[in-house]
């Protein structure tokens, strides 16, 4: 399978197809005793991990390979681990019309052998993936995205995959306390300060208020569907996969991309209301808050619905 595969454009695919061929019978046969203990699949940073890559994609960190992640010390002997790293650099460096470029450590740090308890605490901080909920709130969506995003092929003792249902979404109360800190920076720059700049004559700052808008409604939005926003040269194409709200990503780019001249400030104060009118109607539809689309006020209501204490006296930004 050296050259172009049709069916293997993505990296994700590549990844998979590179692991059933090479990877698993490599893994099988001179490591049977370890093989059980050892997760492999593709996740992190990188285009391909989110079904995000295309032509342009490959113009780096783009070949074929896959991650080996590995328990602690006490599951897998230094020795072995060696012998992994190894055998991995010994795999085929052409595959699918793509070349593996030497890395060292072998597979480097988006392939190859990767210990669990390091993927996770470069992600979000903790080698087990358990958070405190102030841990929760700080942390950016991407990272989270990058925890949880890709395929896992196998799963031996089920650690790394334990980890990664622990991430796969926020706890109710952070995602709630989340989402009023959004809808009130959706008030703010929309719903108030894009009509008084423009007024003001401040049409940088008018479109600087769009832009902080556009970012405010897009979070709300990927909070009400559940899902981690990704990196933001990402997002929007994110957004038009999800299953609720997906087509506010045309009018989102609309207000950020256009300019505000008369006519198109009465469609963009228009379209600004909107947003907020639907990001309303789907807060009451999951019943977090009754409707307001006034959202400075449903910021308030969402906040006072979280049932943690001291999360919900926290200032209402505190998760942004």
């Not at 990196?231 to 709200?245: D, E, H, N, T, V």
């Not at 977090?288 to 049932?307: F, H, I, K, P, Q």
Request: glycine fraction near 8%; include cysteine; aromatic fraction near 10%.
């Amino acid at each position: 399978m050296s050259q172009t595969d049709d069916r293997l454009s993505r990296g994700l695919d590549i990844a998979r197809a590179y692991y059933g061929e090479y990877g698993e019978p490599m893994l099988s046969e001179k490591f049977p005793d370890a093989v059980g203990k050892l997760a492999c699949g593709l996740c992190g940073a990188g285009s391909e991990c989110f079904g995000f890559d295309d032509g342009i994609s490959r113009d780096h960190d783009f070949e074929p390979g896959f991650c080996i992640f590995v328990p602690g010390e006490d599951a897998i002997d230094r020795r072995t681990l060696f012998e992994l790293e190894r055998e991995y650099s010994r795999l085929p460096r052409e595959f699918a019309g793509l070349k593996r470029t030497p890395l060292k450590p072998a597979g480097g740090a988006r392939h190859g052998v990767i210990a669990t308890a390091d993927f996770y605490a470069a992600r979000v901080g903790k080698p087990d993936g358990k958070l405190s909920l102030s841990e929760w709130l700080s942390l950016p969506e991407y990272s989270l995205a990058e925890a949880t995003n890709g395929e896992v092929f196998f799963d031996g003792l089920g650690e790394f995959t334990a980890a990664r249902e622990r991430l796969s979404r926020y706890p109710e109360d952070v995602r709630r306390k989340k989402l009023a800190g959004r809808l009130f920076l959706c008030a703010q720059a929309g719903q108030y300060n894009y009509s008084r700049c423009l007024a003001h004559g401040e049409t940088a700052a008018a479109q600087t208020a769009l832009f902080e808008f556009a970012d405010s409604a897009q979070a709300a939005v990927f909070l009400l569907n559940s899902v981690y926003r990704p990196y933001y040269k990402w997002s929007y194409r994110a957004m038009r996969s999800l299953p609720k709200l997906p087509a506010l990503a045309d009018t989102l780019e609309f207000l950020v991309t256009s300019d505000n001249s008369p006519a198109n400030a009465e469609i963009k104060k228009t379209a600004v209301e909107d947003v907020c009118s639907l990001i309303a109607a789907e807060v009451e539809a999951q019943n977090v808050a009754s409707a307001d689309s006034e959202l400075e006020r449903l910021a308030y209501a969402v906040n006072d619905t979280v049932a943690d204490h001291g999360l919900r006296n926290l200032h209402v930004l505190a998760g942004i």
